[in-house]
């Protein structure tokens, strides 16, 4: 089965065969906590970068094209990392950094104009998190084939949709399926669009706890960890877009 999440698709399809490879050496395997602490670790680099960046980053006229610049450095960083398999700590905390730098500024200006949104939005994300992450424990819900072919095929057709309606944004300043301004009348394509999203975010958590899980049981390095934490951040960061979207939707 495969995840729907590229960074933990590339740790199913080449830890497993490294895993054979140093099966008869003396190399330490990744557990659960490896892949918690630095989860935790991420994420405390990604809210702090945030909180600086609200507070140091002023608003002035070139702040836009500085927020492109490092979306766009995201971007490819996620795409080096999940393609190459990285499992370097340094990139990865890279993109932590990063994020935390676009999160930071963008949040600001959502929470200038709705007050409590951004509190309303990382409780949220956690939230589903959380609750996404008792269900499987509980064996509620299952990382079965079908949902791994439901849940991929919609983030598929989610990022492709994302791609074009920005495309047809840039050129003809209609925003369409996603609403990039902080103000301003939504209709109600973009609503149903981000429930789907959200949705879809969601039930991913319940492929990737699945495949982290099947890493720790068949023995898989230990630095492994690290592109594990690594793809449930890129995980949490897409709910959090979605959510602060939405709400922001709701509030207008």
Do not use: C, H, K
């Amino acid at each position: 089965m495969r995840s729907n999440n590229p960074v933990l698709n590339r740790l199913d399809e080449t830890g497993r065969v490294e895993a054979r490879v140093l099966g008869s050496r003396d190399v330490e395997p990744m557990t659960v906590d490896d892949v918690v602490v630095r989860t935790v670790g991420l994420l405390v680099v990604t809210g702090a970068t945030a909180a600086v960046s609200w507070v140091v980053i002023p608003d002035v006229a070139w702040l836009g094209a500085a927020l492109a610049g490092s979306a766009l450095a995201s971007i490819a960083l996620v795409l080096v990392i999940s393609l190459r398999g990285i499992t370097n700590p340094v990139p990865i905390v890279g993109y932590a950094v990063l994020q935390g730098l676009l999160l930071g500024v963008a949040s600001r200006a959502f929470e200038q104009v709705y007050p409590g949104i951004v509190v309303q939005a990382v409780a949220g994300t956690f939230g589903v998190f959380l609750g996404m992450a008792a269900l499987y424990r509980a064996r509620v819900i299952r990382a079965t084939p079908r949902l791994a072919r439901l849940v991929i095929g919609t983030l598929l057709g989610i990022a492709v949709l994302s791609v074009v309606n920005l495309v047809s944004y840039l050129i003809s300043g209609r925003p369409g399926l996603e609403v990039y301004s902080v103000s301003g009348d939504v209709g109600w394509l973009p609503y149903v669009f981000s429930v789907v999203a959200i949705i879809a975010g969601a039930f991913s958590f319940i492929l990737d706890f699945d495949l982290v899980e099947r890493s720790v049981r068949d023995g898989r390095p230990r630095r492994y960890a690290w592109l594990s934490a690594f793809g449930l951040l890129t995980g949490l960061v897409f709910l959090y877009w979605q959510l602060l979207r939405l709400l922001s939707y709701l509030r207008r």
